[in-house]
């Protein structure tokens, strides 16, 4: 396995910049996912790696290589894509040994690789058999498989699991942790699903028009957004994002439509290091507790709706002209339109400042 750098690497299409100016570093045997709504350059960046795309400017390095210049079959990667694109009259073994044939590969080593990667994947008893004949769960084994028999130094994967049903693309999350923990190999993986770049990844890149907005662990993203748009994105439910105004001397928070929420002094450190008084206030849906009675230092809320899930109740309380959804215990009882008190945990809260999106640190 090896390293990849991608070095200020930049995609146009006329006056329009797909990416814009990106440099990140693949450690050796790490797991990352390319994370991002639609159109935000994460697929541009994958085929920009692997050659698929030629890039407008910036490098890319595999390893001690520069393969910027190079074709994809000079570049010693395997892509995994969305659509599995197995050959459908061709057996699982067949189509396994198609990509090594190519490379006039030994007979024997062939076989052997292949077996090799049967077992690893546990798809030893499909080999016979066509993809026609697989479930989706296993025809994604196959894909894995035959970019696994090619030994490469990177595995590049464009939402392979998109194609798949819930329950099946859960187990498929574990399969292919699995497989990265057993071969210690350097994957990019691409996805819109941030649920699957968190629970998968060692670190993620999250995008937004073209402009890599953070790069950290799972860990660091989920509890450090560095912008709104990033607390907006990750997490599920996603943040819960208020505007509001710092009050005189910033010790607390006020809105326009009547609800104040009082500071701790490192928040109010925060909230003075504003560029104006406005600001958006982040809070977790599970950093906000619900009472139906007045709080000290509560603010004051309606009951919208109510979405139990089983475990978790989710909680939709209007303030003001924003939503909140805050989850409770499954028992939680609240009927539409009562009145509630949201109490805050000072320490999990976020605020960012409003003309630039940025999170605000502590002065």
Avoid at 287 to 314: K, M
Wanted: proline share 6%.
């Amino acid at each position: 396995m090896a390293e990849v750098r991608l070095s200020h690497i930049v995609k146009g299409y006329g006056t329009q910049l797909a990416v814009n100016d990106l440099s990140l570093t693949v450690n050796d045997g790490e797991f990352v996912a390319l994370v991002g709504p639609s159109g935000c350059g994460k697929t541009t960046t994958l085929n920009l790696t692997a050659g698929l795309i030629e890039l407008t400017g910036g490098e890319i390095h595999i390893g001690d290589r520069n393969v910027t210049d190079l074709d994809p079959k000079d570049r010693d990667i395997a892509m995994v894509f969305q659509n599995y694109a197995l050959y459908p009259n061709k057996s699982v073994y067949k189509n396994l040994a198609f990509p090594l044939q190519m490379r006039r590969t030994p007979k024997a080593d062939i076989d052997r690789k292949i077996r090799e990667a049967a077992r690893l994947l546990d798809i030893e008893h499909l080999l016979e058999r066509r993809p026609r004949e697989l479930s989706g769960g296993q025809q994604q084994r196959v894909a894995l498989g035959r970019a696994l028999v090619r030994d490469p130094k990177v595995f590049l994967m464009d939402e392979p699991l998109s194609n798949l049903d819930a329950k099946l693309r859960v187990q498929m999350r574990a399969e292919l942790k699995r497989f990265h923990h057993d071969l210690s190999a350097t994957i990019i993986y691409v996805t819109h699903d941030q649920l699957e770049a968190v629970t998968m990844a060692d670190r993620m890149a999250v995008m937004h028009g073209g402009l890599l907005q953070q790069y950290d662990t799972p860990e660091r993203v989920f509890e450090a957004p560095v912008n709104v748009f990033v607390a907006g994105f990750v997490g599920s439910p996603a943040m819960n994002l208020v505007p509001a105004q710092v009050t005189e001397g910033g010790a607390a928070l006020e809105s326009p439509q009547g609800w104040r929420c009082t500071l701790s002094p490192e928040n109010a450190r925060k909230a003075r290091a504003a560029s104006s008084r406005d600001v958006v206030l982040g809070a977790r849906h599970s950093t906000i507790t619900l009472s139906p009675t007045p709080l000290p230092g509560g603010i004051e809320g309606r009951v919208y709706t109510l979405e139990p899930t089983g475990d978790i109740t989710f909680v939709h309380v209007r303030l003001g002209n924003d939503t909140l959804v805050i989850s409770t215990p499954p028992a939680t009882r609240f009927a539409p339109n009562a009145p509630v008190w949201l109490g805050v945990d000072q320490t999990k809260l976020h605020l960012f400042d409003a003309a630039t999106g940025m999170a605000l640190r502590a002065a």
